[in-house]
Protein backbone atom coordinates (compact mmCIF):
# COMPACT_ATOMS: atom_id res chain seq x y z
CA UNK A 1 0.00 0.00 0.00
CA UNK A 2 1.07 3.32 -0.50
CA UNK A 3 -1.32 5.44 1.93
CA UNK A 4 -0.87 9.62 0.75
CA UNK A 5 0.51 11.46 3.67
CA UNK A 6 -1.27 14.83 4.89
CA UNK A 7 0.05 18.04 5.34
CA UNK A 8 -3.70 19.56 6.33
CA UNK A 9 -3.12 21.39 9.34
CA UNK A 10 -6.66 20.99 10.82
CA UNK A 11 -6.14 23.20 13.81
CA UNK A 12 -4.74 25.89 11.66
CA UNK A 13 -6.38 29.63 10.30
CA UNK A 14 -6.39 28.85 6.78
CA UNK A 15 -8.32 24.90 6.99
CA UNK A 16 -10.69 26.56 9.18
CA UNK A 17 -11.65 30.09 6.88
CA UNK A 18 -11.82 27.11 3.79
CA UNK A 19 -14.19 25.13 6.07
CA UNK A 20 -16.31 28.07 6.88
CA UNK A 21 -16.21 29.79 3.56
CA UNK A 22 -17.56 26.21 1.81
CA UNK A 23 -20.39 25.71 4.92
CA UNK A 24 -21.32 28.97 3.79
CA UNK A 25 -21.52 27.85 0.11
CA UNK A 26 -23.73 24.58 1.09
CA UNK A 27 -25.81 26.73 3.26
CA UNK A 28 -27.10 28.63 0.05
CA UNK A 29 -27.10 25.05 -1.54
CA UNK A 30 -29.38 23.89 0.50
CA UNK A 31 -31.51 26.37 0.27
CA UNK A 32 -32.10 25.74 -3.46
CA UNK A 33 -32.23 22.15 -2.97
CA UNK A 34 -35.13 22.78 -0.37
CA UNK A 35 -37.08 24.75 -3.36
CA UNK A 36 -36.79 21.89 -5.41
CA UNK A 37 -38.16 19.74 -2.66
CA UNK A 38 -41.21 22.05 -2.17
CA UNK A 39 -42.38 21.33 -5.81
CA UNK A 40 -45.15 23.59 -6.65
CA UNK A 41 -45.53 25.10 -3.37
CA UNK A 42 -47.90 24.15 -0.31
CA UNK A 43 -50.73 25.08 -2.42
CA UNK A 44 -50.78 21.97 -5.04
CA UNK A 45 -49.07 20.29 -2.45
CA UNK A 46 -52.19 20.26 -0.72
CA UNK A 47 -54.48 19.67 -3.41
CA UNK A 48 -52.88 16.49 -4.67
CA UNK A 49 -52.44 15.07 -0.77
CA UNK A 50 -56.13 15.43 -0.91
CA UNK A 51 -56.95 13.76 -3.86
CA UNK A 52 -55.02 10.90 -1.90
CA UNK A 53 -52.37 10.89 -4.13
CA UNK A 54 -48.48 10.44 -3.31
CA UNK A 55 -45.82 12.80 -3.87
CA UNK A 56 -42.66 12.13 -6.60
CA UNK A 57 -40.24 11.40 -4.09
CA UNK A 58 -42.53 9.68 -2.03
CA UNK A 59 -43.94 7.12 -5.43
CA UNK A 60 -40.03 6.99 -5.67
CA UNK A 61 -39.15 6.23 -2.12
CA UNK A 62 -41.57 3.39 -2.46
CA UNK A 63 -40.21 2.16 -5.55
CA UNK A 64 -36.84 1.32 -3.93
CA UNK A 65 -35.67 -1.39 -2.21
CA UNK A 66 -35.90 -0.22 1.76
CA UNK A 67 -32.97 1.63 2.72
CA UNK A 68 -31.54 1.75 -0.59
CA UNK A 69 -30.13 5.32 -1.66
CA UNK A 70 -31.43 7.24 -4.57
CA UNK A 71 -28.88 8.85 -6.45
CA UNK A 72 -30.90 12.30 -7.17
CA UNK A 73 -29.60 13.83 -10.57
CA UNK A 74 -29.87 17.83 -11.30
CA UNK A 75 -31.71 19.20 -8.49
CA UNK A 76 -31.19 22.64 -9.40
CA UNK A 77 -32.03 22.44 -13.15
CA UNK A 78 -34.29 25.14 -14.00
CA UNK A 79 -32.36 27.43 -11.50
CA UNK A 80 -32.15 30.85 -12.66
CA UNK A 81 -34.98 30.27 -15.55
CA UNK A 82 -38.34 30.90 -15.66
CA UNK A 83 -39.63 27.24 -14.44
CA UNK A 84 -39.47 26.71 -11.10
CA UNK A 85 -36.43 25.00 -9.29
CA UNK A 86 -35.59 21.62 -10.26
CA UNK A 87 -37.82 21.39 -13.44
CA UNK A 88 -40.79 19.67 -12.63
CA UNK A 89 -39.37 16.01 -12.77
CA UNK A 90 -37.52 13.75 -10.08
CA UNK A 91 -34.18 11.76 -11.82
CA UNK A 92 -31.89 9.78 -10.68
CA UNK A 93 -30.52 6.05 -9.85
CA UNK A 94 -32.18 3.70 -6.95
CA UNK A 95 -31.84 -0.10 -6.28
CA UNK A 96 -35.44 -2.09 -7.33
CA UNK A 97 -35.48 -5.67 -6.43
CA UNK A 98 -31.79 -5.51 -6.11
CA UNK A 99 -31.30 -3.77 -9.47
CA UNK A 100 -29.99 -0.42 -10.22
CA UNK A 101 -32.35 2.00 -12.16
CA UNK A 102 -32.89 4.84 -13.41
CA UNK A 103 -36.15 5.88 -12.30
CA UNK A 104 -37.99 8.99 -13.04
CA UNK A 105 -40.71 10.70 -12.02
CA UNK A 106 -43.19 13.28 -13.14
CA UNK A 107 -43.86 16.60 -10.39
CA UNK A 108 -47.19 16.93 -10.52
CA UNK A 109 -47.68 19.55 -8.11
CA UNK A 110 -45.67 21.79 -10.64
CA UNK A 111 -47.85 23.27 -13.66
CA UNK A 112 -49.59 19.70 -13.63
CA UNK A 113 -46.61 18.49 -14.38
CA UNK A 114 -46.13 19.84 -17.36
CA UNK A 115 -42.97 19.63 -19.33
CA UNK A 116 -40.75 22.58 -19.85
CA UNK A 117 -37.86 23.00 -21.65
CA UNK A 118 -35.70 22.07 -18.98
CA UNK A 119 -37.68 19.20 -17.93
CA UNK A 120 -37.00 18.16 -21.53
CA UNK A 121 -33.15 18.63 -21.01
CA UNK A 122 -32.97 16.91 -17.95
CA UNK A 123 -35.23 13.65 -19.15
CA UNK A 124 -33.23 13.58 -21.89
CA UNK A 125 -29.60 13.71 -19.91
CA UNK A 126 -31.59 10.33 -18.07
CA UNK A 127 -32.29 8.68 -20.99
CA UNK A 128 -28.55 9.38 -21.89
CA UNK A 129 -27.00 8.07 -18.73
CA UNK A 130 -29.61 4.96 -19.07
CA UNK A 131 -28.43 4.08 -22.31
CA UNK A 132 -24.45 4.60 -21.43
CA UNK A 133 -24.77 2.54 -18.48
CA UNK A 134 -27.40 0.16 -19.36
CA UNK A 135 -29.79 0.83 -16.81
CA UNK A 136 -33.44 -0.27 -16.50
CA UNK A 137 -36.00 2.66 -16.94
CA UNK A 138 -38.72 2.82 -14.77
CA UNK A 139 -40.72 6.06 -15.32
CA UNK A 140 -42.91 7.11 -13.16
CA UNK A 141 -45.90 9.42 -14.84
CA UNK A 142 -48.00 12.36 -14.29
CA UNK A 143 -47.89 14.68 -16.76
CA UNK A 144 -49.53 17.54 -18.57
CA UNK A 145 -48.21 16.46 -21.25
CA UNK A 146 -45.94 19.83 -23.24
CA UNK A 147 -46.00 23.22 -21.33
CA UNK A 148 -48.29 24.88 -24.00
CA UNK A 149 -47.14 28.30 -23.87
CA UNK A 150 -43.59 27.08 -24.42
CA UNK A 151 -44.21 24.50 -26.93
CA UNK A 152 -41.86 25.87 -29.30
CA UNK A 153 -39.01 24.90 -27.17
CA UNK A 154 -39.80 21.28 -26.93
CA UNK A 155 -42.16 20.26 -29.35
CA UNK A 156 -39.52 20.05 -31.72
CA UNK A 157 -36.74 18.49 -29.97
CA UNK A 158 -38.94 16.49 -27.68
CA UNK A 159 -39.87 13.71 -30.36
CA UNK A 160 -36.46 12.80 -29.17
CA UNK A 161 -37.97 11.43 -25.43
CA UNK A 162 -39.80 8.95 -28.15
CA UNK A 163 -36.80 7.76 -30.01
CA UNK A 164 -34.58 7.21 -27.11
CA UNK A 165 -37.58 4.96 -25.08
CA UNK A 166 -37.37 2.63 -28.36
CA UNK A 167 -33.64 2.74 -28.63
CA UNK A 168 -33.12 1.85 -24.71
CA UNK A 169 -35.35 -1.24 -25.64
CA UNK A 170 -33.56 -2.01 -28.96
CA UNK A 171 -30.66 -2.19 -26.90
CA UNK A 172 -31.77 -4.41 -24.62
CA UNK A 173 -32.61 -1.89 -21.57
CA UNK A 174 -35.49 -2.31 -20.28
CA UNK A 175 -38.39 0.57 -19.85
CA UNK A 176 -41.31 0.19 -17.66
CA UNK A 177 -43.65 3.11 -17.26
CA UNK A 178 -46.30 3.44 -14.21
CA UNK A 179 -49.12 5.92 -14.75
CA UNK A 180 -50.33 7.49 -11.93
CA UNK A 181 -52.48 9.96 -13.47
CA UNK A 182 -52.68 12.18 -16.63
CA UNK A 183 -50.61 10.85 -19.42
CA UNK A 184 -52.18 12.82 -22.66
CA UNK A 185 -50.70 13.41 -26.28
CA UNK A 186 -47.08 13.58 -26.80
CA UNK A 187 -47.48 11.55 -22.71
CA UNK A 188 -49.50 8.52 -23.94
CA UNK A 189 -46.19 7.36 -25.74
CA UNK A 190 -44.24 7.33 -22.60
CA UNK A 191 -46.91 4.02 -21.39
CA UNK A 192 -46.85 3.59 -25.61
CA UNK A 193 -43.55 2.77 -26.40
CA UNK A 194 -42.59 1.14 -22.89
CA UNK A 195 -41.53 -2.50 -22.88
CA UNK A 196 -44.06 -2.88 -19.72
CA UNK A 197 -47.04 -0.43 -18.42
CA UNK A 198 -48.80 -0.37 -15.01
CA UNK A 199 -51.87 1.75 -14.72
CA UNK A 200 -54.48 1.89 -11.53
CA UNK A 201 -57.97 2.30 -11.42
CA UNK A 202 -59.42 5.82 -11.90
CA UNK A 203 -56.38 7.42 -11.64
CA UNK A 204 -54.36 6.44 -15.07
CA UNK A 205 -55.59 8.79 -18.10
CA UNK A 206 -54.07 7.47 -21.42
CA UNK A 207 -55.47 8.94 -24.61
CA UNK A 208 -54.16 10.79 -27.59
CA UNK A 209 -57.17 13.53 -27.26
CA UNK A 210 -59.28 14.06 -23.79
CA UNK A 211 -62.84 14.39 -24.34
CA UNK A 212 -63.01 18.11 -25.13
CA UNK A 213 -60.42 17.78 -27.83
CA UNK A 214 -62.53 14.32 -29.30
CA UNK A 215 -65.38 16.77 -29.19
CA UNK A 216 -63.87 19.04 -31.25
CA UNK A 217 -62.24 17.37 -33.99
CA UNK A 218 -65.21 15.05 -34.53
CA UNK A 219 -68.33 15.57 -32.22
CA UNK A 220 -68.25 12.73 -30.46
CA UNK A 221 -68.96 12.48 -26.82
CA UNK A 222 -66.77 10.85 -24.52
CA UNK A 223 -65.53 10.51 -21.32
CA UNK A 224 -61.97 9.90 -19.66
CA UNK A 225 -62.81 6.89 -18.39
CA UNK A 226 -63.87 5.52 -22.02
CA UNK A 227 -61.18 6.85 -23.68
CA UNK A 228 -57.84 6.07 -21.40
CA UNK A 229 -59.07 4.36 -18.14
CA UNK A 230 -56.68 1.75 -16.70
CA UNK A 231 -59.61 -0.70 -17.21
CA UNK A 232 -60.44 0.21 -20.79
CA UNK A 233 -56.29 -0.35 -21.20
CA UNK A 234 -55.98 -2.95 -19.43
CA UNK A 235 -59.53 -5.17 -20.93
CA UNK A 236 -59.82 -3.54 -24.13
CA UNK A 237 -56.68 -1.64 -26.05
CA UNK A 238 -54.23 -3.71 -24.38
CA UNK A 239 -52.16 -0.93 -23.43
CA UNK A 240 -51.99 -1.36 -20.08
CA UNK A 241 -49.52 -4.99 -19.23
CA UNK A 242 -50.98 -4.63 -15.31
CA UNK A 243 -53.49 -3.18 -13.64
CA UNK A 244 -53.22 -1.62 -10.27
CA UNK A 245 -55.98 -1.18 -8.03
CA UNK A 246 -54.12 1.94 -5.89
CA UNK A 247 -50.46 3.73 -6.11
CA UNK A 248 -49.14 1.48 -3.62
CA UNK A 249 -50.33 -1.85 -5.77
CA UNK A 250 -48.83 -0.13 -8.56
CA UNK A 251 -45.30 0.40 -7.09
CA UNK A 252 -45.81 -2.97 -5.89
CA UNK A 253 -46.10 -4.23 -9.47
CA UNK A 254 -43.82 -2.32 -10.95
CA UNK A 255 -41.04 -3.62 -8.45
CA UNK A 256 -42.32 -7.24 -9.87
CA UNK A 257 -41.83 -6.14 -13.17
CA UNK A 258 -37.76 -5.43 -12.62
CA UNK A 259 -37.62 -8.56 -10.09
CA UNK A 260 -38.51 -10.90 -13.29
CA UNK A 261 -36.22 -8.42 -16.21
CA UNK A 262 -33.09 -10.68 -15.51
CA UNK A 263 -31.33 -7.60 -15.92
CA UNK A 264 -27.42 -8.73 -15.13
CA UNK A 265 -24.57 -6.23 -14.62
CA UNK A 266 -21.72 -6.75 -16.60
CA UNK A 267 -19.06 -6.78 -14.13
CA UNK A 268 -19.62 -8.52 -10.43
CA UNK A 269 -19.70 -6.12 -7.72
CA UNK A 270 -16.51 -6.09 -5.82
CA UNK A 271 -15.60 -6.74 -2.20
CA UNK A 272 -16.17 -3.89 0.33
CA UNK A 273 -12.87 -1.49 0.71
CA UNK A 274 -11.61 0.12 3.28
CA UNK A 275 -12.23 4.01 3.65
CA UNK A 276 -10.21 6.76 3.04
CA UNK A 277 -7.79 6.83 6.00
CA UNK A 278 -8.32 10.13 6.97
CA UNK A 279 -11.60 12.20 7.79
CA UNK A 280 -13.87 12.80 4.76
CA UNK A 281 -14.88 15.55 6.75
CA UNK A 282 -11.88 17.52 6.16
CA UNK A 283 -12.72 17.74 2.25
CA UNK A 284 -14.79 21.04 3.31
CA UNK A 285 -11.17 22.77 4.30
CA UNK A 286 -9.28 22.29 1.34
CA UNK A 287 -10.52 24.49 -1.14
CA UNK A 288 -9.65 28.06 -0.22
CA UNK A 289 -12.59 30.37 -0.70
CA UNK A 290 -10.13 32.66 -3.10
CA UNK A 291 -9.62 30.02 -5.98
CA UNK A 292 -6.30 32.20 -6.89
CA UNK A 293 -5.02 30.12 -4.01
CA UNK A 294 -3.45 27.00 -5.30
CA UNK A 295 -4.16 23.47 -2.91
CA UNK A 296 -2.97 19.89 -3.13
CA UNK A 297 -5.52 17.42 -5.00
CA UNK A 298 -3.81 14.79 -3.28
CA UNK A 299 -5.65 15.91 0.13
CA UNK A 300 -9.06 15.49 -1.51
CA UNK A 301 -7.90 12.23 -3.21
CA UNK A 302 -6.63 10.85 0.12
CA UNK A 303 -10.10 11.18 1.13
CA UNK A 304 -11.77 9.63 -1.50
CA UNK A 305 -9.84 6.41 -2.30
CA UNK A 306 -9.93 3.40 -0.64
CA UNK A 307 -7.32 3.24 1.99
CA UNK A 308 -6.04 6.37 1.02
CA UNK A 309 -4.29 4.42 -1.00
CA UNK A 310 -2.45 6.12 -4.35
CA UNK A 311 0.12 4.77 -6.81
CA UNK A 312 1.18 8.17 -8.32
CA UNK A 313 2.48 7.60 -11.95
CA UNK A 314 5.16 10.12 -13.72
CA UNK A 315 5.32 12.43 -9.62
CA UNK A 316 8.19 14.28 -11.02
CA UNK A 317 7.14 15.00 -14.45
CA UNK A 318 4.44 17.67 -15.24
CA UNK A 319 3.84 18.19 -11.35
CA UNK A 320 0.74 21.09 -11.98
CA UNK A 321 -1.17 17.53 -13.23
CA UNK A 322 -1.26 14.56 -10.42
CA UNK A 323 -2.20 11.36 -12.53
CA UNK A 324 -2.08 8.02 -10.75
CA UNK A 325 -3.88 4.39 -9.89
CA UNK A 326 -6.33 3.83 -6.53
CA UNK A 327 -9.30 2.55 -5.88
CA UNK A 328 -12.84 3.65 -5.05
CA UNK A 329 -15.48 1.60 -2.77
CA UNK A 330 -13.51 -1.51 -4.86
CA UNK A 331 -13.42 -0.27 -8.49
CA UNK A 332 -10.07 0.60 -10.06
CA UNK A 333 -9.66 3.92 -11.10
CA UNK A 334 -7.67 6.07 -12.67
CA UNK A 335 -6.91 9.92 -11.49
CA UNK A 336 -6.06 12.75 -13.02
CA UNK A 337 -5.97 16.07 -10.68
CA UNK A 338 -5.05 19.69 -11.32
CA UNK A 339 -1.97 20.49 -8.86
CA UNK A 340 -1.45 24.50 -9.23
CA UNK A 341 -3.73 25.58 -11.71
CA UNK A 342 -2.49 25.97 -15.65
CA UNK A 343 -1.55 23.18 -17.80
CA UNK A 344 1.61 23.11 -19.04
CA UNK A 345 3.36 21.33 -22.43
CA UNK A 346 4.36 17.99 -20.04
CA UNK A 347 1.14 17.72 -18.11
CA UNK A 348 -0.56 17.49 -21.49
CA UNK A 349 1.32 15.02 -22.54
CA UNK A 350 1.14 13.18 -19.33
CA UNK A 351 -2.43 13.29 -19.16
CA UNK A 352 -2.37 12.02 -23.11
CA UNK A 353 -0.27 8.91 -22.23
CA UNK A 354 -2.02 8.30 -19.11
CA UNK A 355 -5.02 8.11 -20.56
CA UNK A 356 -4.13 5.61 -23.16
CA UNK A 357 -2.72 3.85 -20.50
CA UNK A 358 -6.52 3.40 -18.71
CA UNK A 359 -7.69 2.52 -22.08
CA UNK A 360 -5.12 -0.51 -22.22
CA UNK A 361 -5.79 -2.21 -18.91
CA UNK A 362 -9.71 -0.88 -19.28
CA UNK A 363 -9.33 1.56 -15.87
CA UNK A 364 -12.10 4.52 -15.71
CA UNK A 365 -10.55 7.69 -15.03
CA UNK A 366 -11.79 10.43 -12.55
CA UNK A 367 -10.63 14.26 -13.19
CA UNK A 368 -10.57 16.09 -10.69
CA UNK A 369 -11.28 20.31 -12.06
CA UNK A 370 -9.00 23.20 -10.81
CA UNK A 371 -7.61 24.59 -13.53
CA UNK A 372 -7.37 27.90 -15.34
CA UNK A 373 -6.54 26.47 -18.53
CA UNK A 374 -3.27 26.09 -21.26
CA UNK A 375 -0.60 28.43 -20.46
CA UNK A 376 -0.21 31.10 -22.57
CA UNK A 377 2.63 33.07 -23.65
CA UNK A 378 5.48 33.32 -26.05
CA UNK A 379 8.10 30.62 -24.54
CA UNK A 380 4.77 28.04 -24.52
CA UNK A 381 3.72 29.37 -27.70
CA UNK A 382 6.81 28.13 -29.13
CA UNK A 383 7.04 24.95 -26.67
CA UNK A 384 3.69 23.51 -28.42
CA UNK A 385 1.51 24.33 -26.00
CA UNK A 386 -1.20 23.88 -28.66
CA UNK A 387 -0.74 20.77 -29.86
CA UNK A 388 0.22 19.38 -26.65
CA UNK A 389 -3.10 20.54 -25.57
CA UNK A 390 -4.80 19.43 -28.62
CA UNK A 391 -2.92 15.56 -27.82
CA UNK A 392 -4.68 15.84 -24.19
CA UNK A 393 -8.22 16.58 -25.80
CA UNK A 394 -7.93 14.29 -28.46
CA UNK A 395 -7.15 11.56 -25.88
CA UNK A 396 -9.75 12.39 -23.73
CA UNK A 397 -12.28 12.62 -26.87
CA UNK A 398 -11.30 9.24 -28.08
CA UNK A 399 -11.03 7.58 -24.49
CA UNK A 400 -13.58 4.61 -24.51
CA UNK A 401 -13.28 3.65 -20.46
CA UNK A 402 -15.69 5.47 -18.57
CA UNK A 403 -14.83 9.22 -17.15
CA UNK A 404 -16.08 10.88 -14.14
CA UNK A 405 -15.25 14.70 -13.68
CA UNK A 406 -15.48 16.61 -10.26
CA UNK A 407 -15.16 20.07 -10.57
CA UNK A 408 -13.76 21.17 -6.97
CA UNK A 409 -12.57 24.62 -7.78
CA UNK A 410 -11.75 26.66 -11.10
CA UNK A 411 -12.66 24.86 -14.46
CA UNK A 412 -11.35 27.28 -17.38
CA UNK A 413 -10.86 27.53 -20.57
CA UNK A 414 -9.75 24.86 -22.84
CA UNK A 415 -8.36 23.34 -19.64
CA UNK A 416 -12.28 22.34 -18.89
CA UNK A 417 -12.26 20.62 -22.03
CA UNK A 418 -8.53 18.48 -21.66
CA UNK A 419 -10.30 17.64 -18.07
CA UNK A 420 -12.98 15.80 -19.72
CA UNK A 421 -15.80 18.91 -19.65
CA UNK A 422 -19.39 18.48 -19.81
CA UNK A 423 -19.25 18.31 -23.89
CA UNK A 424 -16.96 15.32 -23.60
CA UNK A 425 -19.40 13.19 -22.33
CA UNK A 426 -18.17 12.03 -19.05
CA UNK A 427 -20.91 9.64 -17.59
CA UNK A 428 -21.36 11.96 -14.54
CA UNK A 429 -20.25 15.21 -13.99
CA UNK A 430 -20.42 16.83 -10.54
CA UNK A 431 -19.19 20.11 -9.19
CA UNK A 432 -18.70 21.00 -5.49
CA UNK A 433 -20.13 24.54 -4.18
CA UNK A 434 -16.61 25.77 -4.54
CA UNK A 435 -16.78 25.35 -8.13
CA UNK A 436 -16.11 28.18 -11.29
CA UNK A 437 -16.52 27.09 -14.74
CA UNK A 438 -16.50 29.39 -17.54
CA UNK A 439 -14.22 30.41 -20.92
CA UNK A 440 -12.11 32.78 -18.79
CA UNK A 441 -12.08 34.25 -15.22
CA UNK A 442 -14.59 37.25 -14.72
CA UNK A 443 -11.29 39.90 -14.21
CA UNK A 444 -9.34 38.31 -17.01
CA UNK A 445 -12.26 38.19 -19.29
CA UNK A 446 -13.57 42.13 -18.20
CA UNK A 447 -10.13 42.98 -19.14
CA UNK A 448 -9.72 41.29 -22.52
CA UNK A 449 -12.71 43.20 -22.95
CA UNK A 450 -11.36 46.31 -22.16
CA UNK A 451 -8.13 46.24 -24.08
CA UNK A 452 -10.45 45.05 -27.81
CA UNK A 453 -12.54 48.32 -26.92
CA UNK A 454 -9.27 50.73 -26.31
CA UNK A 455 -7.58 49.08 -29.62
CA UNK A 456 -10.84 49.76 -30.96
CA UNK A 457 -11.40 53.13 -30.36
CA UNK A 458 -7.79 53.94 -31.31
CA UNK A 459 -8.07 52.47 -34.70
CA UNK A 460 -11.03 54.59 -35.16
CA UNK A 461 -8.83 57.44 -33.90
CA UNK A 462 -11.83 57.91 -31.02
CA UNK A 463 -10.82 59.05 -27.36
CA UNK A 464 -11.72 56.38 -25.31
CA UNK A 465 -13.98 56.93 -22.24
CA UNK A 466 -11.66 55.48 -18.55
CA UNK A 467 -15.13 56.06 -16.50
CA UNK A 468 -17.08 54.12 -18.75
CA UNK A 469 -14.51 51.53 -19.26
CA UNK A 470 -14.22 50.79 -15.30
CA UNK A 471 -17.94 50.79 -14.98
CA UNK A 472 -18.29 48.51 -18.07
CA UNK A 473 -15.55 46.05 -16.58
CA UNK A 474 -17.17 45.72 -12.99
CA UNK A 475 -20.72 45.16 -14.82
CA UNK A 476 -18.84 42.13 -17.20
CA UNK A 477 -16.89 40.97 -14.02
CA UNK A 478 -20.35 40.33 -12.13
CA UNK A 479 -22.35 39.22 -14.89
CA UNK A 480 -19.34 36.54 -15.73
CA UNK A 481 -19.15 35.47 -11.66
CA UNK A 482 -22.37 34.78 -11.69
CA UNK A 483 -22.79 32.65 -14.92
CA UNK A 484 -19.49 30.31 -14.08
CA UNK A 485 -21.21 29.46 -10.23
CA UNK A 486 -22.30 25.63 -10.22
CA UNK A 487 -25.74 26.80 -9.02
CA UNK A 488 -26.08 28.63 -12.58
CA UNK A 489 -24.38 25.72 -14.40
CA UNK A 490 -26.68 22.88 -13.07
CA UNK A 491 -29.40 25.38 -13.53
CA UNK A 492 -29.06 24.56 -16.94
CA UNK A 493 -27.82 21.02 -16.98
CA UNK A 494 -24.31 21.34 -17.42
CA UNK A 495 -23.69 19.14 -14.37
CA UNK A 496 -25.19 16.32 -12.91
CA UNK A 497 -25.52 18.10 -9.71
CA UNK A 498 -23.60 20.73 -7.04
CA UNK A 499 -22.99 17.96 -4.48
CA UNK A 500 -21.16 18.13 -0.91
CA UNK A 501 -17.62 17.39 -0.87
CA UNK A 502 -18.08 14.94 1.97
CA UNK A 503 -20.28 12.97 -0.01
CA UNK A 504 -17.73 13.21 -2.90
CA UNK A 505 -16.98 9.32 -2.32
CA UNK A 506 -20.21 8.05 -2.06
CA UNK A 507 -21.76 9.47 -4.92
CA UNK A 508 -18.64 8.36 -6.97
CA UNK A 509 -19.10 5.37 -5.27
CA UNK A 510 -22.65 4.69 -6.38
CA UNK A 511 -21.49 5.91 -9.59
CA UNK A 512 -19.52 3.50 -10.43
CA UNK A 513 -21.52 0.82 -9.28
CA UNK A 514 -24.06 2.22 -12.25
CA UNK A 515 -21.16 2.13 -14.78
CA UNK A 516 -20.49 -1.35 -14.16
CA UNK A 517 -23.82 -2.22 -15.25
CA UNK A 518 -22.38 -1.82 -19.01
CA UNK A 519 -18.85 -3.77 -20.15
CA UNK A 520 -15.88 -1.51 -19.13
CA UNK A 521 -13.60 -1.85 -21.89
CA UNK A 522 -10.94 1.02 -23.13
CA UNK A 523 -10.10 2.17 -26.74
CA UNK A 524 -7.37 -0.11 -27.91
CA UNK A 525 -6.04 2.55 -31.00
CA UNK A 526 -8.76 4.40 -32.36
CA UNK A 527 -7.30 7.71 -31.28
CA UNK A 528 -6.91 11.14 -33.78
CA UNK A 529 -3.59 11.49 -35.31
CA UNK A 530 -1.70 12.90 -32.24
CA UNK A 531 0.36 15.77 -33.40
CA UNK A 532 3.79 15.37 -32.02
N1 LIG B 1 -49.02 23.53 -20.06
C1 LIG B 1 -48.94 24.59 -19.25
N2 LIG B 1 -49.53 24.68 -18.06
C2 LIG B 1 -50.25 23.64 -17.67
C3 LIG B 1 -50.38 22.47 -18.44
C4 LIG B 1 -49.73 22.44 -19.69
N3 LIG B 1 -49.76 21.37 -20.49
N4 LIG B 1 -51.15 21.60 -17.79
C5 LIG B 1 -51.49 22.18 -16.63
N5 LIG B 1 -50.95 23.42 -16.56
C6 LIG B 1 -51.10 24.38 -15.46
C7 LIG B 1 -52.52 24.82 -15.28
O1 LIG B 1 -52.81 25.93 -16.11
C8 LIG B 1 -52.58 25.21 -13.81
O2 LIG B 1 -52.02 26.50 -13.65
P1 LIG B 1 -52.63 27.49 -12.52
O3 LIG B 1 -52.59 26.73 -11.25
O4 LIG B 1 -51.69 28.65 -12.56
O5 LIG B 1 -54.01 27.79 -12.95
C9 LIG B 1 -51.60 24.23 -13.18
O6 LIG B 1 -50.77 23.74 -14.24
C10 LIG B 1 -52.29 23.05 -12.54
O7 LIG B 1 -53.22 22.53 -13.48
P2 LIG B 1 -54.66 22.02 -13.05
O8 LIG B 1 -55.46 21.80 -14.29
O9 LIG B 1 -55.23 22.90 -12.00
O10 LIG B 1 -54.24 20.63 -12.38
P3 LIG B 1 -55.00 19.27 -12.33
O11 LIG B 1 -54.14 18.40 -11.52
O12 LIG B 1 -56.41 19.45 -11.90
O13 LIG B 1 -55.01 18.74 -13.83
C11 LIG B 1 -54.05 18.16 -15.96
C12 LIG B 1 -53.80 18.44 -14.47
C13 LIG B 1 -52.69 17.87 -16.56
C14 LIG B 1 -54.95 16.97 -16.09
C15 LIG B 1 -54.76 19.35 -16.65
O14 LIG B 1 -54.11 20.53 -16.28
C16 LIG B 1 -54.71 19.26 -18.16
O15 LIG B 1 -55.51 18.55 -18.75
N6 LIG B 1 -53.75 19.98 -18.81
C17 LIG B 1 -53.64 20.00 -20.26
C18 LIG B 1 -53.15 18.68 -20.77
C19 LIG B 1 -52.90 18.70 -22.26
O16 LIG B 1 -53.83 18.63 -23.04
N7 LIG B 1 -51.65 18.80 -22.65
C20 LIG B 1 -51.27 18.82 -24.00
C21 LIG B 1 -50.08 17.96 -24.08
S1 LIG B 1 -49.33 17.92 -25.65
Request: with cysteine; proline share 7%; glycine share 10%.
Amino acid sequence: MTVLPTALDTAGPDYAAHREAMLARLAELETEHAKALAGGGAKYTERHRGRGKLLARERVELLLDPDAPFLELSPLAAWGSDYPVGASIVTGIGVVEGVECLITANDPTVRGGASNPWTLRKALRANEIAYANRLPCVALVESGGADLPSQKEIFIPGGALFRDITRLSAAGVPTVAVVFGNSTAGGAYVPGMSDHTVMIEERSKVFLGGPPLVRMATGEESDDESLGGAGMHARVSGLADHYAVDEADAIRQARRIVARLNHRKAHPDPAPAAPPAYDPEELLGIVPGDLKEPFDPREVIARIVDGSDFDEFKPLYGPSLTTGWASLHGYPVGILANARGVLFSAESQKAAQFIQLANQRDIPLLFLHNTTGYMVGKEYEQGGIIKHGAMMINAVSNSKVPHLSVLMGASYGAGHYGMCGRAFDPRFLFAWPSAKSAVMGPQQLAGVLSIVARASAAAKGQPYDDEGDAALRAMVERQIESESLPMFLSGRLYDDGVIDPRDTRTVLGLCLSAIHTAPVEGARGGFGVFRM
